[in-house]
């Protein structure tokens, strides 16, 4: 029984309690969410390592981080570090998208070892088994899906949205086709002359899927590849069928969520959430970015971040990260990490703004500990730990300056921070009120002596050399 069928039950799931402990809800509130098919848990039932999560907009927004090799890289023992790096820096999901050589063992290392669902496109895998895309057959198709099925993925992207009728609506486009699949399946098409197989066969896919409690990721094989494609007759078209999709998945008791763009400008991504969660009855919406300008590759985990922090507060409940090597390269570990950081704090930053509950509190206890110079509390507290520490220490490295009154941004006479607080110690906030206008020169304060940096360490009460940039 999946999830979804369960849920229609009234049947709390063990899935569904554990989900409900994380998100600080109940589970009963988990089941009606998911027997309305308005979250999805994605949970194959022979994936054993996995902490099961929750997908829906009445969520915390997930994050998902994909990895996977190339023809031109390709190592097991590298793919189950990216996957390491990506749990590590705070996915919730992790897809692999791998095209190049081992794709089984790569496969079943990430299932067995994560702890996060697992996401895969099977067309990939089904284009490396024949000469060429048209050569793909229904059988083979449905033996890919089964097989991964059976391998224990927890969720698959399946462009079955991408009609015959639908292509000529992409002509005009000023950057045709980027989706993988959706260009593979459009070859497809052109060549055999029929409709897509995954429509088709999507009632068959349903049924591979309810066995294994395979959750459909509803591909956006027409999606946007720029600002000037957004919003089309073609993507829009796509959209309609993916609705009826979710509905006949649904009716098969297959949970669902759908895929998005893409390129969007900002102004237009709320509308865009705001349309798919009408046409797919408030499906999971399962957004890539989007990146609302295309002008800056090698910066692209940032212009899609901002996208996704506008289609998070829009109701978008998971999104793909970017990195910085979108359109330009396969990304590396480090790349991951960038990645990640920028989609963590898009989820983040939305759930604020929507009110989800406890969101704020992180930002708040940070905020304190900001403020009462406690620097190992602030590290601990961030996003990515590591990556504070390591740039407060750039400067400032000496266990003493973990409780030092300044950092090296503003230095030691001109930290605003302390300066507040003497002031406020000296009362002298209250003579301002009361009209005082004698002044106490915050950096000749006691306070600002102890916090002076220590003799020896960089050897004297200025602001330490290397924070300017000087050597030593
Ligand atoms: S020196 Fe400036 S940046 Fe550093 S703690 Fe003080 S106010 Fe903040």
């Known amino acids: 029984m999946t999830q979804l069928q369960a849920a229609r039950n009234g049947t709390v799931t063990e899935a569904m309690e554990r989900v409900a402990e994380r998100e600080r809800t ?23 390592s996995l902490d099961p999560m929750i997908i829906g907009r009445e969520f915390g927004t997930k994050v998902n981080a994909n990895i996977g090799n ?22 919730d999901t992790v897809m692999d998208l791998s095209t190049g050589s081992d794709l089984d063992a790569i496969r079943e290392a990430n299932v067995e070892h994560s702890p996060v669902p697992i996401g895969t496109v099977p067309i990939y ?85 309810v066995d294994y409690d395979v959750t459909f990721s509803l591909g956006d094989g027409l999606r946007p590849g720029s600002l000037a494609d957004a919003g089309d007759e ?12 979710t509905r006949t998945a649904w009716d098969n008791g297959v949970q669902v969520m759908v895929e998005g763009p893409g390129h969007v400008p900002m102004d237009e991504v709320a509308e865009q959430v705001e349309r798919q969660q009408r046409v797919c009855d408030g499906a ?65 930053s939305a759930d604020v703004a929507n009110g989800r509950d406890g969101a704020r509190a992180w930002d708040d206890a940070l905020s304190e500990a900001r403020y009462a110079f406690d620097w190992r509390e602030q590290f601990d507290l961030a996003l990515d730990p590591e990556r504070a520490k390591s740039y407060h220490d750039q400067t400032l490295p000496g266990d003493n300056y973990k409780e030092a009154r300044f950092c090296s941004m503003c230095g030691v006479d001109f930290c605003s921070m302390r300066i507040d607080q003497d002031a406020r110690e000296d009362g002298e906030m209250t003579d301002i009120e009361t009209g005082s206008d004698e002044r106490t ?31 030593e």
């Open 26 to 48: 109940s589970a009963e509130f988990v089941r009606e969410q998911v027997a309305d098919g308005q979250a999805v848990i994605p949970a194959n039932v022979d994936h054993d």
């Open 70 to 91: 190339s023809e031109e890289t390709s190592d097991l023992e590298g793919e189950l570090e990216k996957l390491h790096t990506a749990v590590h820096y705070g996915a």
């Open 125 to 209: 895998e089904a284009v490396k088994r024949v000469d060429e895309p048209a050569d793909i057959t229904h059988e083979l198709l449905l033996d890919v899906i089964a097989k991964q099925a059976r391998q224990g993925v927890d969720y698959m992207t399946i462009h079955a949205g991408v009609r015959m009728e639908h292509l000529p609506l992409t002509d005009g486009r000023k950057t045709g086709i980027v989706s993988r699949g959706g260009s593979i399946l459009a070859q497809w098409m052109e060549e055999n002359g029929m409709e897509n197989p995954l429509y088709t066969k999507f009632e068959a896919i349903c049924d591979i899927f």
């Open 234 to 245: 073609a993507q829009y078209a796509e959209l309609d069928t993916l609705g009826e999709l």
């Open 284 to 348: 999971p919406f399962y957004v890539l970015g989007p990146l609302v300008t295309d002008i800056a590759p090698g910066y692209d985990h940032i212009t899609s971040a901002i996208g996704a922090t506008e289609a998070a507060r829009a109701g978008a409940a998971m999104l793909c990260y970017v990195t910085p090597k979108e359109h330009l390269g396969l990304p590396e570990q480090e790349d991951v990490r960038d990645g990640l950081a920028a989609y963590r704090i898009a989820a983040h």
């Open 441 to 471: 020169d915050a950096g000749d304060s006691a306070a600002a002596e102890v916090n002076r940096p220590p003799v020896g360490t960089h050897g004297g009460a200025s602001v330490p050399s290397g924070a300017l940039g000087d050597d």
